[in-house]
Protein backbone atom coordinates (compact mmCIF):
# COMPACT_ATOMS: atom_id res chain seq x y z
CA UNK A 1 0.00 0.00 0.00
CA UNK A 2 1.34 3.52 -0.50
CA UNK A 3 0.78 5.40 2.41
CA UNK A 4 -0.16 9.61 1.13
CA UNK A 5 1.17 12.06 4.30
CA UNK A 6 0.16 15.52 3.91
CA UNK A 7 1.49 18.54 5.89
CA UNK A 8 0.66 20.66 6.88
CA UNK A 9 -2.21 19.28 8.59
CA UNK A 10 -3.59 22.97 9.41
CA UNK A 11 -2.76 26.07 7.50
CA UNK A 12 -3.44 29.33 8.79
CA UNK A 13 -3.56 31.69 5.95
CA UNK A 14 -5.12 35.21 5.30
CA UNK A 15 -7.19 36.17 2.65
CA UNK A 16 -4.81 37.08 -0.47
CA UNK A 17 -2.22 35.26 0.37
CA UNK A 18 -0.15 31.86 -1.08
CA UNK A 19 -0.80 28.61 0.01
CA UNK A 20 1.38 25.44 -0.06
CA UNK A 21 0.58 22.12 0.55
CA UNK A 22 2.78 19.17 0.80
CA UNK A 23 1.92 15.42 -0.25
CA UNK A 24 4.31 12.77 -0.05
CA UNK A 25 3.97 9.06 -1.21
CA UNK A 26 5.75 6.37 0.70
CA UNK A 27 6.59 4.86 -2.74
CA UNK A 28 6.63 6.18 -6.48
CA UNK A 29 3.01 7.13 -7.79
CA UNK A 30 4.57 8.62 -10.81
CA UNK A 31 2.24 11.27 -12.31
CA UNK A 32 -1.38 9.39 -10.93
CA UNK A 33 -1.85 12.15 -8.47
CA UNK A 34 -4.80 14.17 -7.72
CA UNK A 35 -6.17 16.97 -5.56
CA UNK A 36 -9.62 17.12 -3.86
CA UNK A 37 -10.90 20.12 -1.98
CA UNK A 38 -13.76 19.41 0.44
CA UNK A 39 -16.00 21.92 2.19
CA UNK A 40 -18.16 21.48 5.41
CA UNK A 41 -21.60 19.10 4.82
CA UNK A 42 -20.41 18.79 1.12
CA UNK A 43 -18.55 15.80 -1.16
CA UNK A 44 -14.87 16.30 -2.16
CA UNK A 45 -14.45 18.10 -5.84
CA UNK A 46 -11.33 17.57 -7.94
CA UNK A 47 -9.36 20.28 -8.41
CA UNK A 48 -6.07 18.73 -10.15
CA UNK A 49 -5.18 15.41 -11.72
CA UNK A 50 -2.59 14.00 -13.14
CA UNK A 51 -0.45 15.93 -10.49
CA UNK A 52 -0.99 19.28 -12.42
CA UNK A 53 -4.04 19.34 -14.60
CA UNK A 54 -6.41 21.59 -13.28
CA UNK A 55 -9.67 20.13 -13.86
CA UNK A 56 -12.81 21.26 -15.74
CA UNK A 57 -14.02 24.61 -13.77
CA UNK A 58 -11.01 24.83 -11.60
CA UNK A 59 -9.57 28.40 -11.26
CA UNK A 60 -6.44 29.34 -12.32
CA UNK A 61 -4.90 30.11 -8.85
CA UNK A 62 -5.08 26.55 -8.43
CA UNK A 63 -1.76 24.74 -9.52
CA UNK A 64 -0.62 21.23 -8.87
CA UNK A 65 3.31 20.18 -9.42
CA UNK A 66 5.48 17.40 -8.46
CA UNK A 67 5.79 13.75 -9.39
CA UNK A 68 6.84 10.11 -8.27
CA UNK A 69 6.96 11.19 -4.26
CA UNK A 70 6.84 14.75 -3.86
CA UNK A 71 3.37 16.38 -4.68
CA UNK A 72 2.86 19.84 -4.04
CA UNK A 73 -0.62 21.86 -4.62
CA UNK A 74 -0.22 25.47 -4.76
CA UNK A 75 -3.02 28.26 -4.12
CA UNK A 76 -1.78 31.49 -5.58
CA UNK A 77 -4.01 34.04 -3.98
CA UNK A 78 -7.05 32.62 -1.06
CA UNK A 79 -9.94 33.85 -2.09
CA UNK A 80 -13.12 33.15 1.16
CA UNK A 81 -13.90 30.07 -0.75
CA UNK A 82 -10.81 28.43 -1.01
CA UNK A 83 -11.04 27.57 2.82
CA UNK A 84 -11.54 24.58 3.02
CA UNK A 85 -9.43 21.08 3.56
CA UNK A 86 -7.64 19.28 0.57
CA UNK A 87 -7.10 15.64 0.01
CA UNK A 88 -4.61 13.84 -2.25
CA UNK A 89 -4.74 10.69 -3.92
CA UNK A 90 -2.89 8.60 -5.39
CA UNK A 91 -4.68 5.97 -8.41
CA UNK A 92 -1.00 4.40 -9.60
CA UNK A 93 -1.59 1.40 -7.33
CA UNK A 94 -4.21 -0.97 -8.36
CA UNK A 95 -6.34 -2.03 -6.75
CA UNK A 96 -5.17 -0.33 -3.30
CA UNK A 97 -6.27 3.39 -4.31
CA UNK A 98 -5.13 5.77 -1.33
CA UNK A 99 -5.84 9.57 0.32
CA UNK A 100 -3.68 11.18 2.25
CA UNK A 101 -5.16 12.26 6.15
CA UNK A 102 -5.88 15.90 4.61
CA UNK A 103 -4.92 19.63 4.99
CA UNK A 104 -7.39 22.08 6.45
CA UNK A 105 -6.73 25.36 4.80
CA UNK A 106 -8.17 28.23 7.87
CA UNK A 107 -8.27 31.84 7.93
CA UNK A 108 -5.99 33.33 9.83
CA UNK B 1 -24.62 16.28 -15.61
CA UNK B 2 -23.52 12.92 -13.72
CA UNK B 3 -25.70 12.46 -11.06
CA UNK B 4 -25.10 9.40 -7.80
CA UNK B 5 -27.85 9.05 -5.33
CA UNK B 6 -26.67 6.14 -2.19
CA UNK B 7 -29.53 4.86 -0.36
CA UNK B 8 -29.12 1.66 2.28
CA UNK B 9 -27.49 3.85 5.44
CA UNK B 10 -28.90 3.30 9.11
CA UNK B 11 -28.16 2.06 12.33
CA UNK B 12 -26.73 -1.30 12.83
CA UNK B 13 -25.30 -3.21 15.27
CA UNK B 14 -21.93 -5.06 15.52
CA UNK B 15 -21.44 -8.27 13.61
CA UNK B 16 -24.62 -7.83 11.38
CA UNK B 17 -25.32 -6.30 7.15
CA UNK B 18 -26.37 -3.75 5.44
CA UNK B 19 -26.66 -3.25 2.00
CA UNK B 20 -25.98 -0.17 0.32
CA UNK B 21 -26.99 1.16 -3.12
CA UNK B 22 -26.06 3.48 -5.88
CA UNK B 23 -28.81 4.79 -8.52
CA UNK B 24 -26.65 6.64 -11.44
CA UNK B 25 -28.05 8.94 -14.40
CA UNK B 26 -26.54 11.63 -16.82
CA UNK B 27 -23.85 9.37 -19.00
CA UNK B 28 -23.22 5.77 -19.86
CA UNK B 29 -23.58 3.85 -16.53
CA UNK B 30 -21.64 0.21 -18.37
CA UNK B 31 -19.03 2.05 -19.93
CA UNK B 32 -18.12 3.61 -16.63
CA UNK B 33 -16.12 2.08 -13.49
CA UNK B 34 -16.98 3.27 -9.89
CA UNK B 35 -16.07 2.98 -6.42
CA UNK B 36 -17.28 3.83 -2.86
CA UNK B 37 -15.19 5.79 -0.65
CA UNK B 38 -16.38 6.21 2.76
CA UNK B 39 -15.10 8.98 5.70
CA UNK B 40 -15.53 8.72 9.08
CA UNK B 41 -17.12 11.43 11.45
CA UNK B 42 -14.40 13.82 11.67
CA UNK B 43 -12.16 12.12 9.72
CA UNK B 44 -10.83 12.00 6.22
CA UNK B 45 -11.51 9.76 3.28
CA UNK B 46 -10.59 6.57 2.94
CA UNK B 47 -10.98 4.11 -0.32
CA UNK B 48 -13.27 1.02 -0.05
CA UNK B 49 -14.10 -0.61 -3.13
CA UNK B 50 -13.95 -0.40 -6.86
CA UNK B 51 -15.03 -2.11 -9.54
CA UNK B 52 -14.89 -2.24 -13.66
CA UNK B 53 -17.79 -1.83 -16.47
CA UNK B 54 -17.84 -5.15 -16.41
CA UNK B 55 -16.90 -5.90 -13.07
CA UNK B 56 -14.00 -7.73 -14.50
CA UNK B 57 -11.49 -5.86 -12.01
CA UNK B 58 -12.73 -5.62 -8.86
CA UNK B 59 -10.58 -4.15 -5.46
CA UNK B 60 -11.29 -3.79 -1.72
CA UNK B 61 -9.31 -1.75 0.78
CA UNK B 62 -7.37 -4.09 3.31
CA UNK B 63 -9.44 -3.09 6.29
CA UNK B 64 -13.07 -4.62 4.18
CA UNK B 65 -11.59 -7.34 2.60
CA UNK B 66 -13.12 -10.26 3.03
CA UNK B 67 -16.45 -8.46 4.97
CA UNK B 68 -17.03 -5.99 1.72
CA UNK B 69 -18.87 -7.20 -1.82
CA UNK B 70 -19.18 -4.67 -4.29
CA UNK B 71 -21.49 -5.52 -7.33
CA UNK B 72 -23.44 -3.18 -10.38
CA UNK B 73 -26.51 -4.08 -11.88
CA UNK B 74 -25.66 -2.58 -15.94
CA UNK B 75 -29.46 -2.89 -17.01
CA UNK B 76 -30.12 -1.36 -13.47
CA UNK B 77 -27.91 1.72 -13.45
CA UNK B 78 -26.59 0.69 -10.21
CA UNK B 79 -24.26 0.31 -7.75
CA UNK B 80 -23.58 -1.69 -4.68
CA UNK B 81 -21.79 -2.39 -1.26
CA UNK B 82 -23.20 -5.45 0.32
CA UNK B 83 -21.18 -4.92 3.74
CA UNK B 84 -21.27 -8.17 6.25
CA UNK B 85 -19.83 -8.44 9.44
CA UNK B 86 -20.04 -4.54 10.69
CA UNK B 87 -17.74 -2.91 12.93
CA UNK B 88 -18.33 0.01 15.17
CA UNK B 89 -14.76 1.54 13.05
CA UNK B 90 -17.08 0.91 9.92
CA UNK B 91 -19.32 4.05 10.98
CA UNK B 92 -18.79 6.75 8.27
CA UNK B 93 -20.61 8.55 5.88
CA UNK B 94 -19.83 6.07 2.85
CA UNK B 95 -19.61 7.63 -1.03
CA UNK B 96 -20.52 6.43 -4.42
CA UNK B 97 -17.85 7.29 -6.83
CA UNK B 98 -17.30 7.56 -10.16
CA UNK B 99 -13.86 7.08 -12.00
CA UNK B 100 -12.66 9.29 -14.58
CA UNK B 101 -11.80 5.90 -16.67
CA UNK B 102 -14.10 4.20 -19.33
CA UNK B 103 -14.37 1.84 -22.00
CA UNK B 104 -15.99 2.60 -24.87
CA UNK B 105 -15.07 0.28 -27.30
CA UNK B 106 -11.41 -1.24 -28.02
CA UNK B 107 -9.64 -3.43 -25.75
CA UNK B 108 -11.21 -3.26 -21.98
CA UNK B 109 -9.90 -6.32 -20.45
CA UNK B 110 -7.56 -4.16 -18.44
CA UNK B 111 -8.03 -1.20 -16.23
CA UNK B 112 -5.73 1.36 -14.99
CA UNK B 113 -8.01 3.72 -12.35
CA UNK B 114 -8.13 7.54 -12.72
CA UNK B 115 -9.33 10.57 -10.42
CA UNK B 116 -12.50 10.32 -8.99
CA UNK B 117 -14.62 12.93 -11.42
CA UNK B 118 -18.33 12.81 -9.52
CA UNK B 119 -19.34 11.99 -6.26
CA UNK B 120 -22.91 11.36 -4.97
CA UNK B 121 -24.11 12.83 -1.08
CA UNK B 122 -23.30 9.90 0.70
CA UNK B 123 -25.18 7.45 2.77
CA UNK B 124 -24.80 7.37 6.54
CA UNK B 125 -23.58 4.18 8.02
CA UNK B 126 -23.58 3.75 12.22
CA UNK B 127 -22.78 0.68 13.98
CA UNK B 128 -23.20 0.72 17.43
CA UNK B 129 -25.08 -1.83 19.94
Known amino acids: EIVMTQSPATLSVSPGERATLSCRASQSAGSNLAWYQQKPGQAPRVLIYGASTRATGVPARFSGSGSGTEFTLTISSLQSEDFAVYYCQQYNNWPSLTFGGGTKVEIK | EAQLVESGGGLVQPGRSLRLSCVAS????????FHWVRQGPGKGLEWVSG????????GYADSVKGRFTISRDNAKNSLYLQMNSLRVEDTALYYCVKDRRYCSGGDCHSFSPLYFDSWGRGTLVTVSS
Open chain 2, 26 to 33: GFTFDESA
Open chain 2, 51 to 58: ITWNSGHI
